[in-house]
Each structure stands twice: as structure tokens, then as C-alpha cells.
């Protein structure tokens, strides 16, 4: 059984940054494909970033590009987020997800559907 595990999350300053992990146990890591959703209070679950299995091809939404990096160490069994420049509309519930199946090409987000094993997620609160 897959067991996902975030950390990193806090609170900061508009401008300010953060790195969150995801660390994954109970199976072989580099089967799976990674990515981190988040939600905001009183919103639904949205994809904010994917990486392939090998790490070759990633994908953000458009609002974090160039702010965000999605990254893995398949020696470490872990995938992070690093944040930087975090903005108040950042503010949400990080949350890690994984699948065997799941296919991260580059160039489209991934419904929520499409990861099967998810952790228990990491409050990320940017005040203005």
C-alpha cells in the first residue's frame, strides 16, 4: 500500500517562499507519476503541478509558472514544490498525489481522477 507524506508547509509574507516534500513509501517510487493539488477553503481540489516518472517532463498551471518548481529525487523517493514569490491567492491545503497509470506528457493539466493515492496534505498560508 502506498503511503504519501507531505511537509514544508507554514505560513509567510507575500513574497516569501517555500519548499514542500512528499515522501512515498510502501512501493517503488519511480512507478509512479507525481503531482501536488491544492484547495482553498470553500473551493473544489485544483492541480497545481505534475512530473513524469523519470522526471523528464513536468507541467504548472499558468498562475504558479515561473514561481513555482516541481522537481523529484528518485533516490530519495521524494517529489517537492519549491515556492517562491507566494502570493495570498496561494493560500490552500497542499496536497500529494500519485498513480502508476497516470501520464504526465507536458502539456496539459491532470484531472484529480487520475491519482488513486493521495496524502493528508499541508496548509500554506501567505497573508498580504
Same mark, same amino acid.
Given at each position: !500500500?502506498?503511503?504519501?507524506?507531505?511537509?514544508? %508547509? %507554514?505560513?509567510?509574507? *507575500?513574497? %516569501?517562499?517555500?519548499?514542500?516534500?512528499?515522501?512515498l513509501s510502501g512501493r517503488? @517510487?519511480? =512507478? $509512479?507519476?507525481?503531482?501536488? @493539488? #491544492?484547495?482553498?477553503p470553500g473551493e473544489e481540489?485544483?492541480?497545481?503541478?505534475?512530473?513524469? #516518472?523519470?522526471?523528464?517532463?513536468? $507541467?504548472?498551471?499558468?498562475? +504558479? /509558472?515561473?514561481? @513555482?518548481?516541481?522537481?523529484?529525487?528518485?533516490? /530519495?523517493?521524494?517529489?517537492?514544490?519549491?515556492?517562491?514569490?507566494? !502570493?495570498?491567492?496561494?493560500? *490552500?491545503? $497542499?496536497?500529494?498525489?500519485?498513480?502508476?497509470?497516470?501520464? +504526465?506528457? %507536458?502539456? =496539459?493539466?491532470?484531472?484529480?481522477?487520475?491519482?488513486?493515492?493521495?496524502? #493528508?496534505?499541508?496548509? +500554506?498560508?501567505?497573508?498580504?
Amino acid at each position: !500500500q502506498v503511503q504519501l507524506v507531505e511537509s514544508g %508547509g %507554514g505560513s509567510v509574507q *507575500a513574497g %516569501g517562499s517555500l519548499t514542500l516534500s512528499c515522501a512515498l513509501s510502501g512501493r517503488t @517510487f519511480t =512507478r $509512479y507519476a507525481m503531482a501536488w @493539488f #491544492r484547495q482553498a477553503p470553500g473551493e473544489e481540489r485544483e492541480f497545481v503541478a505534475a512530473i513524469s #516518472r523519470n522526471g523528464m517532463n513536468t $507541467y504548472l498551471i499558468q498562475s +504558479v /509558472k515561473g514561481r @513555482f518548481t516541481i522537481a523529484r529525487d528518485n533516490t /530519495k523517493n521524494t517529489m517537492s514544490l519549491q515556492m517562491n514569490n507566494l !502570493q495570498p491567492e496561494d493560500t *490552500a491545503v $497542499y496536497y500529494c498525489a500519485a498513480d502508476v497509470l497516470a501520464v +504526465v506528457i %507536458g502539456n =496539459r493539466p491532470l484531472p484529480s481522477s487520475d491519482f488513486r493515492s493521495w496524502g #493528508r496534505g499541508t496548509q +500554506v498560508t501567505v497573508s498580504s
